[in-house]
């Protein structure tokens, strides 16, 4: 009875062996197959998403109100706080460009960033990579950096989309990123891909003293991410010496990303984009911690 | 075997996992609910069915997560006609037996998936205990509820229809 579904299941195995197979020997897998699965897809996630942020919204804005009020009034505040830093800092930035146009400098371009939604996950149980609902119709390239508010979230990967575009989050196994510590300058390797959810910066001289706390930049020096973004900060450093491991915690919570950036400028140029060295990341979009 | 149905578990599943995972990347949760998907097709319909739902479920795990296209697909097109087979010579109904199915089925997939990704690479890579466990679990949870609806759905249906007919006919008499 079960001779005929044995049969075809033979073939469909012997299908995917040969489907596997022509992929790990050309490297290039089936584009065209893969384009029109994930642009089709991308379309119905971007419904699905729109469909559930809704649900979400009317949820969090009309029955989950409990609490707002003094919420209200501790945001109030923090308000009228951080317009006082803010004044500061415009009467310290205007001290600096006076002295920028003193001797001479350039002024920094503004860097052209695209605000992007995130659609979806991966589906692949453990993978780390996200959709965003912009693609190559709104001008994102492979290899373009994407950073959320608190900051670097990870680069673009693959052929986007028309309307879509996968993002390899900064902490997924094979990414990284050139880093920088802010404190010493020193110079290092981020890396991704370990299980609890920590970077490890690598590739930091022994003679460096490294703190907790200290906040690590992106250097540039990869040509993926611009130099003076934010990648996280020290949580702990175990060792010394040659054994010595320096534990990153991500700047970015990547179980909460909704809104991010995309910079719109391929990552030739290190300086692309770049932020001016001792200025952190200006918070932009919802996503991250 | 209806195709109609089983198209509609895998593409609802496949969906379904893509829009929970945006919320839970980089946690310590996982979760396959295109696997729980591929058993819930192969126990309704049998070994085809299951076969069916594994090849196309995941074939657009594959293609979606940028992986090598097939490794998904091989392993779930011969778990879920495993599962199939299991289901058509054992009576298995009850809810909590069928969870036990989704979490068999989801160790031996996983299993699997590790195992052509170490012929691929040529490498053995470290297998990731703690999350394979969550993963059944989540996996086992996700179906025992599943099961629990299919067969709760309809008995409650019937239900609501025996009283609307017998209040009907109270007024009548």
């Known amino acids: ?289 | 075997m209806r195709l109609l149905p089983v198209l509609g578990a895998v593409f609802v599943a496949v969906v379904l996992q893509a829009t929970l995972a945006r919320y839970m990347v980089g946690g310590r949760w996982v979760f396959d609910l295109v696997l729980v998907g591929v058993v819930y097709a192969a126990l309704q319909q049998g070994a085809v069915a299951g076969m069916l739902a594994g090849t196309i479920g995941g074939l657009l795990q594959d293609s979606l997560s940028g992986g090598i296209l097939g490794v998904g697909g091989l392993s779930k097109t011969l778990t879920g006609f495993a599962t199939g087979a299991v289901g058509t010579r054992f009576v298995v109904s009850k809810p909590y037996a069928r969870a036990i199915i989704v979490a068999v089925a989801s160790v031996v997939n996983r299993g699997m998936t590790i195992g052509l990704d170490a012929m691929i690479h040529q490498e053995w890579p470290a297998v990731p205990w703690v999350a394979l466990a969550g993963e059944t679990a989540a996996n086992t949870v996700f179906g025992f509820l599943l099961f629990a609806a299919t067969l709760a759905v309809p008995g409650m249906a019937a239900r609501g229809r025996f009283k609307r007919r017998s209040s009907w006919g109270r007024r009548q008499w």
């Open chain 1, 1 to 289: 009875m079960l001779r005929r579904p044995l049969a075809l299941l033979v073939i469909v195995c012997l299908g995917h062996v040969l489907l596997i197979s022509t992929q790990v020997q050309s490297k290039s897998g089936l584009p065209v197959l893969e384009a029109v699965t994930f642009g089709t897809m991308a379309r119905v996630q971007a419904a699905v998403a729109g469909v559930a942020d809704a649900v979400r919204s009317t949820w969090s804005q009309y029955f989950a109100l409990r609490g707002v009020e003094r919420e209200n009034q501790a945001l109030r505040q923090r308000v009228l706080e951080l317009e006082g830093q803010l004044q500061a800092e415009q009467a310290r930035s205007a001290g600096t460009r006076a002295l920028q146009e003193a001797l001479q400098m350039q002024q920094e371009a503004p860097v052209k960033m695209l605000a992007a939604r995130v659609i979806a996950g991966d589906p692949a149980p453990g993978s780390l990579t996200v959709t965003i609902d912009r693609g190559s119709r709104d001008g994102i390239e492979p290899n373009m950096a994407v950073l959320a508010g608190a900051g670097v979230v990870g680069r673009v990967i693959g052929r986007p989309a028309a309307h879509a575009a996968k993002v390899q989050l900064l902490i997924a196994r094979d990414a990284g990123a050139g880093a920088v510590l802010e404190k010493t300058g020193q110079g290092g390797f981020l890396a991704g891909g370990f299980g609890d959810g920590l970077f490890r910066l690598e590739l930091v001289s022994n003679l460096t003293t490294v703190t907790a706390g200290e906040k690590v930049l992106s250097s540039g020096q990869d040509k993926l991410y611009p130099r003076g973004y934010l990648l996280g900060s020290v949580e702990r450093v175990d060792g010394e010496g040659r054994t010595r491991v320096i534990f990153v915690r991500p700047a970015v919570d990547f179980s909460h990303i909704e809104i991010v950036n995309v910079i719109l400028a391929l990552p030739a140029d290190p300086d692309a984009g770049a932020l001016p060295p001792g200025k952190p990341l200006p918070p932009r979009g919802k996503g991250g911690a």
